[in-house]
């Protein structure tokens, strides 16, 4: 099952990693992190990498929740749960998932 069509290629994506990393806050980076997932394609593996830019936990669950929608391989979701450090915030997103079926 896709989640969406076309995923954005490795060229693009280290030009999209790059912008969120050069914003200082994290309320900056999970801001314009969301503008650039919103408007594209991404893999499972790049919603985890973006993840691991943000320090809290929160930010992270928010973006996990709000990237599924824009994940092609949404099969592959779990590899997300890797950016967690809790397994409530795990627990919580599977919920989430769960919920929309």
């Known amino acids: 099952p896709t989640g969406c069509y076309f995923p954005v ?24 992190a969301m503008q650039i997932v919103g408007a594209n394609c991404m893999y499972a593996k790049q919603i985890k990498t973006i993840m691991l830019l943000f320090d809290y936990e929160d930010t992270k669950l928010d973006f996990a929740k709000f990237a599924y929608h824009h994940t092609y391989d949404i099969e592959n979701y779990y590899i997300v749960n890797q950016a967690f450090t809790f397994s409530l915030s795990i627990d919580e997103l599977n919920e989430y998932i769960n919920s929309l079926d």
Do not use: G, H, N
């Open 9 to 32: 290629d490795d060229y693009t994506f280290e030009a999209m990693l790059t912008t969120i990393q050069l914003q200082t806050f994290e309320f900056d980076k999970e801001s314009v």
